[in-house]
């Protein structure tokens, strides 16, 4: 008398995480009985046995693998992607739905910037609070969302905008910036006065002229830097010649 060959059952459907117990799915044939794991609750790979009782058998060890997947859950990104420099650091907020009673999701968001550019916010699960409190029963999509930081307005102001010089002595306007590009001045007739800048001090240098009154537009001009689009202001310098003393008569001489 030969014992009875019975067939290993096949592998079930893939199951997906659903924070409860789930049975494999698996029934092991008349004449044997299962043994292993025949139910799961985390994501994961299990394995379970079916084994021969007296007077049955398997062409071969009976062992089934079973699958709960991963449950996928999408990143839902906040409407702010684009803030204007400020100095602080900014990264777009996000936010998951577990689906699954009492489990509660926490993101980690990478990197958050400051300077102006264009980057990417990348997700993914920091931890998960109630039920089995495991990230890894879980796959994120939409883990990357883009956002940008844009140049802030500069500024350049005087404190004085236009006033009348006397050839011979230069006029020292203070500047005033917002913003991180270089200083530089320009004048509309360098024939008339000229200019140079030393930190935030405007110097304006009278031309020598034939006549009173001769104007320039003097420029100041803050660049665009990394962080700060440029600006510009101007005086407005009227020149005159300077007046100078016709000398007294001298002392009679003798012959």
């Excluded at 997906?16 to 292993?36: D, E, F, L, R, V």
């Excluded at 062992?63 to 650091?89: F, P, Q």
Aim: include cysteine; glycine fraction near 10%; proline fraction near 3%.
């Amino acid at each position: 008398v030969n014992r009875k060959t019975i067939t290993c059952p096949s592998a079930p459907a893939d199951k997906t995480y659903n924070g409860s117990s789930q049975a494999s799915g698996i029934t092991c044939p008349t004449g044997s009985s299962a043994g292993g794991t025949t139910s799961g609750t985390n994501a994961g790979s299990y394995t379970e046995t079916c084994s021969a009782n007296s007077g049955y058998k398997f062409a071969s060890a009976c062992s089934v693998t079973w699958k709960i997947n991963k449950k996928s859950v999408a990143v839902t990104w906040g409407s702010t992607t684009s803030w204007v420099y400020d100095g602080n650091n900014h990264i777009p907020t996000g936010s998951v739905t577990t689906g699954i009673s009492a489990e509660t999701m926490a993101l980690s968001i990478v990197t958050a910037k400051k300077d102006v550019g264009s980057y990417t916010a990348t997700a993914s699960c920091s931890s998960v609070t109630g039920g089995q409190a495991k990230c890894d029963n879980y796959t994120l999509t939409s883990t990357t969302k883009g956002f940008e930081i844009t140049k802030a307005t500069g500024s350049v102001s005087l404190n004085e905008t236009s006033g009348t010089l006397t050839y011979g002595t230069n006029k020292t306007v203070t500047i005033t910036k917002t913003g991180d590009g270089s200083l530089s001045c320009s004048s509309s007739d360098t024939s008339v006065a000229t200019c140079s800048i030393s930190g935030t001090t405007l110097t304006i240098t009278p031309v020598a002229n034939t006549a009173d009154g001769k104007t320039a537009t003097i420029t100041v001009t803050l660049s665009a830097g990394s962080n700060y689009n440029g600006a510009t202001a101007t005086y407005a310098a009227t020149v005159n010649r300077k007046t100078i003393t016709c000398p007294s008569a001298p002392a009679d001489k003798t012959y």
